[in-house]
């Protein structure tokens, strides 16, 4: 019903920068917060940045100063500037959303995820 995918993962050398997308589709009347989490090899899945409806963010005390989340309501969308990237910036990076749908549902959706590396 609701689908959720993101863009703009690659491979980037260290110090380099990066932009995530994820567009959000299907039966959406309102879309509250929009997040970005990451899980790296070995690593347990984390919070990296999010953005309520309203437009306040929170971010991760080891991406803060580097990383910018946005979004553009008109398109559903949510982004992640990443820049200063590090090696340990790397992981599948997946989109997060808190959605209400038609009919009257709400639950929060997953993306499949999108794969940063950053090499040294």
């Known amino acids: 019903q609701v689908q959720l995918v993101e863009s703009g993962g690659g491979l980037v050398q260290a110090g380099g920068s990066l932009r995530l997308s994820c567009l959000a589709s299907?039966?959406?009347?309102?879309?509250?917060?929009m997040g970005w989490y990451r899980q790296g090899p070995g690593t347990q899945r984390e919070l990296v940045a999010y953005?309520?409806?309203?437009?306040?963010?929170n971010y991760a005390d080891s991406v803060k100063g580097r990383f910018t989340i946005s979004r553009d309501n008109a398109k559903n969308t949510v982004y992640l500037q990443m820049n200063s990237l590090k090696p340990e910036d790397t992981a599948v990076y997946l989109c997060?959303?808190?959605?209400?749908?038609?009919?009257?549902?709400?639950?929060?959706?997953w993306g499949k995820g999108t794969l940063v590396t950053v090499s040294s």
């Open positions: 997060n959303a808190d959605i209400t749908t038609y009919p009257l549902r709400r639950i929060e959706y």
């Open positions: 299907g039966n959406i009347r309102s879309i509250n917060t």
């Open positions: 953005i309520t409806s309203g437009g306040s963010t």
